[in-house]
């Protein structure tokens, strides 16, 4: 079944808060294999004239990929869930991550198509402060595989 | 090693021209469409995605399980896309010295990385270049990136600030 052209528009609100930690992103940043001093060291960081360590670029699928997943699950969207897999990936940032960073993510759904029996959906993850400061826009596509496909 | 480090790089904004360009910050006004960043290989192990899985939270069977890998069409347990993103992202943040530099970053995941049951690992070259200068001090990178000679993300661009 095609992907209904009018689910572009809806949004889902923010679930819960996500709390950025150093511990996290020296995690994911050894994760990555990325040893870059700016996301352990605050005064390698401060000397690039960052307040605080900063997360590296993909760090938000921590929370995003959650939210967008949780948007594809609806029922009434209609994506098969269990035949779904990760399409495109994009991160705009109006400003760095950093610790303390407390973020609610809404999600909306900026596309929706269906070709070859693959459904395609689009979900624009807009990641925002408490107090409303936009940080980051995760936007990312996923595929609902043609059932064809199943072996 | 990674060397996105603020004391191996000239601040002062001169562009030097030397032996050690790879390791000059790059400036706006010194890198033009055409301008090569240096390639890298990067090498991704078992071990590799299993520490992914942990810090990104992503634990989909077929990151780790071979049998499951296998029993859905896949030649062997494969990495994360994501896994493969952020690795490749670090040829642009390296490159540029301060990652928050990295305002915009995008990719489609075109072919997966399988990822063998050995100490050897799946090596992925990555390739990228200055596609254009844009207004604002900004510039596009494309990357390209490679894994037993085909390329495992498409439309991967990044737009960066110089300063």
């Known amino acids: ?151 | 090693m990674s060397d996105c480090d603020e004391q191996q790089v000239p601040t002062d904004g001169e562009h030097k021209r030397t032996t050690s360009a790879v390791n000059a910050r790059p400036t706006w006004g010194g890198v033009e469409k055409g301008t090569q960043l240096p390639p890298r290989t990067y090498v991704l192990k078992r071990a590799d995605l299993v520490r992914y899985a942990g810090a990104s939270g992503d634990f989909n069977v077929i990151h780790w399980n071979e049998r499951v890998a296998r029993s859905v069409g896949l030649p062997n347990v494969i990495a994360h896309g994501m896994l493969t993103m952020g690795t490749v992202a670090r040829v642009v943040t390296d490159w540029v010295g301060d990652p928050a530099a990295m305002v915009d970053y995008g990719v489609r995941f075109t072919r997966p990385v399988p990822v063998p049951d050995d100490d050897v690992g799946a090596s992925v070259e990555v390739t990228a270049a200055v596609t254009e200068k844009l207004d604002d001090g900004l510039v596009r990178v494309t990357i390209k990136a490679v894994h037993d000679g085909q390329t495992v993300l498409g439309k991967a661009i990044a737009t960066v600030r110089l300063p």
């Open chain 1, 1 to 151: 079944m095609a992907l209904d052209a009018s689910l572009v528009g809806r949004t889902y609100p923010p679930g819960r808060v996500y709390e950025v930690s150093r511990e996290k992103i020296r995690e994911f940043a050894d994760a990555v294999g990325d040893s870059c001093p700016a996301y352990r060291d605050p005064e390698a960081a401060k000397a690039l004239g960052h307040p605080d360590v900063i997360a590296p670029p993909t760090f938000p699928i921590i929370f995003s990929l959650e939210a967008a997943l949780a948007a594809a699950a609806d029922p009434t969207v209609g994506v098969d869930y269990a035949r779904l897999v990760h399409g495109e990936q994009r991160f705009q940032y109006s400003r760095p991550i950093r610790p303390g960073d407390r973020l609610r993510t809404t999600v909306e759904i900026v596309a929706a198509r269906t070709m070859a029996g693959n459904d395609m959906l689009t979900l624009a993850c807009s990641s925002s402060t408490e107090e409303g400061e936009h940080v980051v826009t995760a936007t990312c596509m996923v595929v609902g595989r043609a059932p064809e496909d199943a072996t």
